[in-house]
């Protein structure tokens, strides 16, 4: 999967679950492409999507795990929530996921989770992963995801991931 055209940032501090689920939509269907080349429709999303995943949560807080698999299926997707395993984790189902063409949300942060990234391909030893606040894919090596040393993220530490319901796979690498 590739993440390319204009540079799609969060719009502020707080809206990197939105985007991630923004940009994922797209990823699963491109024909929604055209529409987040403009700034000013892809930052009101940010904000819409936003306020759809957090109908309780008090949005200056982020979005929770069960508000971006609500926004994910907004774009037409069902996901579900896991959290990191620790070192021992082989991230199969991730890389599986990926692998299938599936966009993968990941929470990090430090001592508590504080920002959503999406892991959006994957290689032996790696995974390519949008950060929204720079817009940019960074190669992050999966050793790094397991010991909990992520680099380029913001963040060091993995909380969890957001993974695809596969009984509801379908094949997107066409696209």
Not at 4 to 22: F, H, K
Not at 35 to 64: I, K, S
Not at 108 to 118: A, I, N, S, Y
Not at 140 to 164: K, M, Q, T, W, Y
């Amino acid at each position: 999967m590739k993440v390319s055209g204009p540079v799609l940032r969060q719009r502020d501090g707080i809206t990197c679950g939105p985007t991630v689920a923004l940009v994922a939509g797209m990823l699963l269907d491109p024909r929604r492409r055209t529409a987040m080349a403009d700034a000013a429709w892809f930052a009101a999303e940010q904000g819409r999507v936003h306020a759809e995943a957090n109908r309780v949560w008090p949005r200056r807080l982020g979005t929770t795990p069960r508000g971006l698999i609500r926004a994910l299926g907004a774009q037409g997707a069902r996901y579900r929530w896991r959290l990191f395993r620790g070192r021992g984790d082989a991230l199969a189902d991730v890389r599986d996921a990926v692998a299938d063409g599936w966009p993968v949300p990941m929470l990090v942060g430090r001592g508590v989770p504080r920002h959503w990234v999406l892991i959006v391909g994957v290689g032996d030893a790696w995974f390519d992963v949008y950060e929204p606040s720079s817009g940019q894919v960074r190669r992050i090596e999966i050793d790094s995801v397991r010991g909990a040393r992520l680099r380029g993220l913001g963040f060091s530490r993995p909380f969890g991931f957001v993974l695809p319901i596969r009984e509801r796979h379908r094949d997107v690498r066409a696209l």
